[in-house]
């Protein structure tokens, strides 16, 4: 597809302004630019068309079905689009006095409490602009807190094989010494490693539960608590707290900070690079540690507050304040009870839609029930007929279905993590599953079929190493 210059052609355009009725501000001397500036030149309608093609070229929920695995890619709904553009929300500026936001620190303190009482945390900041920045935010926090105790000796993060890719980077970060701690058989946790890795030098341990294979630890009290015993402090990530939001509280698992991901279990519309956010909350004793600009109530209003000791700020001002503003909306418009039937028809969904593909595909740690999210093994079909997890998730393509989280979790061979969500109808669910299982035969009858998927898209196979080793990330303009 051409781009924009690739179109454009000399002194065409779609501008209409009226004379200038004004005098001229000109910049002064040595601002200028030494070479006109290049902007595309078209007319409206191929404008129009340009950006019509490239929306045609997309994928999102409300394309078709997007069962993206860990990444809760649920239905928005377009109110809370509505709500956030007010302009009393929309038009602010970040520099004004609290004075005169009253509304919008109202909305953060709204959105704080409801979301403590969701996680069991205490308080809360909205800083973090994204889950991994939040993770990061809440490793400086924990460091925080012991040099603050005087215990600079903690230097090392326990964290699970299974767990996000983001948490030992966020550690790493962070000056933490990244420990591994291997699953057992069950797909949870192995107790025994936990207890042998945790001593005087652990500063804490990060946790997501359920876990990526989709599977809740039932030994989460036993897990907390070693930890615990041993000086360290639990962090959880809120990636999946969509399969338990209203049901279970990290706070009441025993942890003591966790990040969430407005922007995916909140509703927040996913992907492109933004806009998210990724509020970490906390237990009162970790409060003094929270990043700057809380809101809270003051003698003339609600106002900024400064934590006391307080690692400072992780991002420009208050966070990414339309995402809160959304995410309040979500919370208010399904409740508390809503809240725990969005989490229980998230769960539904996935074992519903695992239990319909178990006679074509095998199950990873498949014995009991999952919670938001399984994990597929194509390990098997890849060694009979040559079928890998790639083949599969390109042949979804042909069916305008996006693939699932390929070869992830790590400790899966030939994984396809598939996440449904609790907005996806059972008529689209099993649509899904029946083209599951007709790739599933074609693996059989016509396995050279599936090397070459996808067939109908614009795009069909990159060379992904090259495109993420060399990316091409600025147009080349010809030779005047």
């Known amino acids: 597809m051409e781009l924009l210059f690739e179109k454009s052609v000399p002194d065409r355009g779609c501008d209409l302004l009226p004379p200038l009725d004004v005098p001229p501000a000109h910049l002064l001397e040595g601002l200028e630019r030494k070479t006109p500036l290049r902007q595309p030149e078209m007319a409206e309608v191929d404008l129009s068309r340009h950006y019509s093609a490239l929306c045609r070229r997309t994928h999102g929920v409300n394309n078709g079905f997007y069962p993206l695995g860990s990444c809760t890619m649920k239905y928005n709904p377009k109110i809370n689009e509505e709500l ?38 205490d308080q809360m900041t909205f800083q973090p602009a994204a889950g991994a920045h939040g993770e990061f935010t809440a490793l400086l926090m924990v460091k925080k807190y012991h040099l603050d105790r005087g215990d600079p000796a903690r230097t090392k993060i326990l964290v699970p094989d299974s767990a996000h890719g983001t948490n030992p980077a966020s550690a790493a970060m962070c000056g933490f010494t990244v420990v591994n701690v291997p699953s057992n058989s069950q797909g949870g946790v192995d107790l025994e490693a936990l207890r042998a890795a945790a001593g005087p030098d652990t500063a804490g341990l990060m946790l997501t539960n359920p876990n990526t294979l989709g599977l809740f630890d039932p030994n989460i009290l036993e897990i907390t608590r070693i930890v615990h015993d041993a000086g360290g402090l639990c962090y959880y990530d809120g990636a999946n707290l969509n399969a338990v939001m209203g049901v279970a509280r990290p706070g009441d698992m025993g942890f003591d900070l966790v990040h969430l991901n407005l922007h995916k279990t909140f509703s927040t519309p996913h992907g492109g690079g933004g806009p998210g956010s990724g509020p970490v909350g906390c237990k009162d004793f970790l409060a003094p540690f929270l990043p700057l600009y809380h809101a809270a109530e003051g003698e003339d209003g609600l106002e900024f507050q400064h934590p006391a000791k307080s690692i400072g700020s992780v991002k420009s001002f208050y966070g990414n304040f339309a995402v809160v503003v959304k995410a309040l909306a979500y919370l208010l418009t399904l409740g508390s009870e ?35 999210e399984f994990v597929l093994t194509l390990a098997g079909l890849k060694r009979e007929k040559g079928v890998s997890a790639m083949d599969v998730a390109k042949a979804l393509l042909d069916d305008g279905i996006h693939p699932p989280t390929m070869y992830f979790p790590l400790i899966v061979e030939e994984a396809l993590m598939a996440e449904p969500t609790e907005t996806e109808s059972r008529e689209t669910i099993d649509q899904a599953v029946a083209v599951l299982k007709a790739i599933r035969a074609r693996a059989d009858s016509d396995p050279d ?17 090259s495109a993420a080793r060399h990316p091409v990330l600025r147009y080349e303009f010809p030779a005047e």
């Open 84 to 121: 956030a553009a007010l302009p009393g929300f929309a038009g602010v500026h970040p520099l004004q006095s609290a004075d005169t936001v009253q509304g919008c620190l109202e909305v953060l303190g709204w959105a704080e409490e409801l979301l403590c009482e969701v996680t069991g945390m």
């Open 449 to 465: 079929s599936l090397h070459a998927a996808p067939h109908t898209t614009p795009i069909g196979r990159p060379d992904e190493v």
């Open 338 to 372: 809503g809240i725990t039937e969005a989490a229980q028809g998230a769960v539904l969904n996935a074992n519903y839609m695992r239990e319909m593909l178990r006679d074509s595909y095998d199950v990873a740690y498949g014995d009991g029930p999952c919670m938001h």
